[in-house]
């Protein structure tokens, strides 16, 4: 397997983890580290902690991963576009549409591979989930709730939770269902005296008819990642944080007890916990984007893909905002 040469634009929370994953996966060498702010947690190791993107790029990389700030998204993805760079960016893609599009078309038009790191796609329960969506295990699909809730994380600033939480449930959700979404409606609100929203409560339906809602919020005291697929057959719940599958089936023994065996609906069956491999999501994803540049198979989040995603983000803020549905 040929070795590429991988540089890191920023050394935060998110840098830190890219950082050690990188310098683990088998057919990438991390040569490089750049971060304005330099290095406080010693992420770089041996490694001379670079002032910039342009520093960054003079290293003769391959690939590089962006992992700074979303409003500095774009400047350093079309510098690396212009550089020949295969790129993964961190999600959002960036701050606005109009800013993921010249991004998107930037590495189009060079023929690169840009990526976006959505890394639920590669949570092992949410793969397991959709493997087994695919062969009709729970026949029709109804609906797809997610919900997301934590403290407030120090690290974002730029961002409301929307674009930084949010953001991965509608991602997932589509990849889930395979279908695009057609229509939201969202309400927030704003806690924390901060300029962007800490709570997002949205629902909508996607193209092929499934109704989906989504909590997120910074205001839990409690972390949860957690989503449901609820269909004719039973319901899978999917908990991120752990990578647990578990499977709720609809009853099939008669019910006994009068007061509830009137209700001609569904009723309690058996519940499975299913047991398969759990790898590390982040080293999953590297490993798609590296299998991707090398022209092996191409299992990334694609910049458009990044995209129709934070259009379905915007249109919920849009909507919260005026208080109508958004379609698309």
Do not use: C
């Amino acid at each position: 397997m040929a070795t590429l040469r991988a540089g890191l634009l920023g050394v935060g929370m998110m840098g830190r983890n890219h950082a050690r994953v990188l310098r683990e996966v088998e057919g990438i060498d991390l040569v490089a580290i750049a971060d304005p702010g330099g290095d406080p947690h010693g992420v770089s190791g041996d490694l001379e902690v670079l002032p910039d993107i342009d520093a960054l790029i003079e290293a003769r990389i391959d690939i590089a991963v962006v992992a700074v700030p979303t409003r500095f998204h774009e400047d350093a993805a079309l510098k690396l576009a212009e550089a020949g760079v295969h790129t993964l960016v961190e999600k959002p893609i960036a701050h606005s549409l109009e800013a993921g599009r010249r991004m998107t078309e930037a590495f189009a038009a060079k023929g690169l591979v840009g990526a976006v790191g959505h890394v639920e796609r590669f949570n092992p329960a949410l793969q397991e989930m959709r493997r087994r969506l695919e062969d009709g295990a729970i026949g029709e699909v109804y609906q797809i709730a997610t919900r997301r809730q934590s403290t407030f994380p120090v690290r974002i600033a730029d961002v409301g939770v929307a674009k930084d939480l949010a953001s991965h449930d509608i991602d997932l959700t589509s990849w889930v269902a395979q279908s695009a979404y057609a229509s939201v409606f969202a309400q927030t609100a704003h806690k924390s005296g901060r300029e962007y929203e800490d709570m997002i409560a949205v629902t909508g339906r996607l193209a092929n008819g499934i109704i989906v809602n989504h909590l997120v919020n910074w205001l839990s005291p409690m972390k949860e990642r957690v989503t449901i697929v609820s269909g004719d057959r039973g319901a899978y719940i999917a908990d991120t944080t752990t990578g647990d599958l578990t499977f709720f089936a609809n009853g099939t023994i008669p019910l006994e007890w009068e007061s509830i065996s009137s209700f001609r609906g569904v009723s309690e069956g058996d519940i499975t916990r299913y047991a398969f491999a759990k790898r590390e999501p982040l080293r999953m994803e590297h490993e798609a984007f590296r299998d991707a540049v090398l022209g092996v198979s191409n299992k990334v989040v694609t910049m458009e893909q990044g995209l129709r995603t934070l259009q379905v983000v915007e249109g919920a803020l849009e909507s919260a905002v005026s208080g109508e549905p958004v379609k698309f």
